[in-house]
């Protein structure tokens, strides 16, 4: 039981320490390419001597013709400086203390054609590019950080997990795009589905399944499900579920759309008995000659295209209410049944879908005579 405890308590404190591998950024980020040129990117949750990202976007500077790259690291972090010595520390800072790392130069010194880690680690040395400490603790909240974030443009990182609604209002509140991670659960929070809604924020191309490894620290438990040892660097990892990438930026991906093969039938869809549209378990057997609203899993994000559909709303409590979900009839009462959440009747019987999203086909096809 002891044990049991050490290790949620030991998770809990490290629920934010997940360290993005290169190979994910890279599948993301290269839909991008066009939105980088000219722009000030800035990581504001990344350790420039740990992260991923801040290897990615030296190694990208040149071609995709950034003008500025920033990171700045969490006093909180628990490897913050471990790896000082890839980059030859600048003799300003101080291990242990948050820093800010600004770049706006970055030459193939090794005369190879392109960026690798011997061109990084001259970075700081030729006095173009600047490594300083932070005044404080780094938190991406803080003035000095808040400051770096209105010279950006463009701010990408894997944030803290435990922060993300207070993390995406900053970046919304400062008129920021951005390129984040996050958890496929954060859809449906109530300050963040408006945003999708709303195609202020979407997904992003890569990630619309299964799980993805991330770093841990080496004290990380390694009797944590989905824990292991990665061969080649020796580093601890743990695979999370539902993560995806939340964007501001476009993609050709999202204008794709749906291949809709289903064809609307009363007895396969049935109709919500407190809400004006009927239900669709499977995304893919949304039909494609339906011209009403429909509810349908909150999964449909995934493959969701602005072009094809429109997001009304979510079916569930207050969300649900506020478009007009109507009340749950207690003859019907089951554990999941909610006022302002969508259900039908099947068999004398309320049934309630998991979350819903009640969406409408911008152009659905001639229903067949
Ligand atoms: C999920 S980790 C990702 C780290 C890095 N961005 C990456 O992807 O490899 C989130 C990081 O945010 C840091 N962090 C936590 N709270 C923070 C805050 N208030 N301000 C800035 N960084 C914070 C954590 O210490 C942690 O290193």
Known sequence: MAEDRDLASAKKQKKDEFYTQLSDIE?????????????????????????????????????????????????????????????????????????????????????????????????????????????????????????????????????????????????????KDFIIIGNMNA????????????????????????????????DYPLEAAGCGIDEETGRKFIRVKGVRWFTTLDHRQRHEGLDLYKRYDPELYPRYDNFDAINVDVTREIPCDYDGLMGVPITFIDKYSPDQFEIIGLAITDLGKSIGVGDYDRKYKTPASRDGTVYYVKDGKGVVPYARVIIKNKHPEEPRK
């Open 27 to 175: 599948k993301e980020m290269r839909y991008y390419k066009k939105h980088f040129r000219g722009k000030t990117v800035f990581l504001n949750c990344d350790d420039p001597f740990e992260s991923k990202f801040f290897e990615y976007f030296v190694k990208k500077f040149n071609s995709f013709g950034l003008k500025k790259l920033i990171a700045t690291c969490y006093a909180g972090s628990p490897i913050m400086g471990d790896q000082l010595s890839l980059f030859d520390i600048n003799p300003e800072t101080t291990p242990g203390t948050p820093y800010k790392a600004v770049v706006t130069k970055v030459y193939d010194k090794t005369g190879d054609g392109y960026i690798d880690m011997l061109d990084i680690k001259e970075l700081f040395k030729s006095g173009e590019n600047e490594l300083t400490e932070l005044e404080g603790n780094g938190d991406y909240r803080s003035t000095e950080c808040i400051e770096l974030l209105k010279e950006a443009d463009i701010v990408v990182t894997n944030p803290p997990f435990s922060k993300f609604r207070d993390y995406v209002a900053l970046l919304m509140e400062y008129g």
């Open 187 to 218: 859809v449906a929070y109530k300050e963040v589905f408006p945003l999708i809604k709303d195609n202020k924020v979407w997904l992003g191309a890569s990630i619309h399944s299964g799980d993805r490894a991330f770093y841990v620290p080496d």
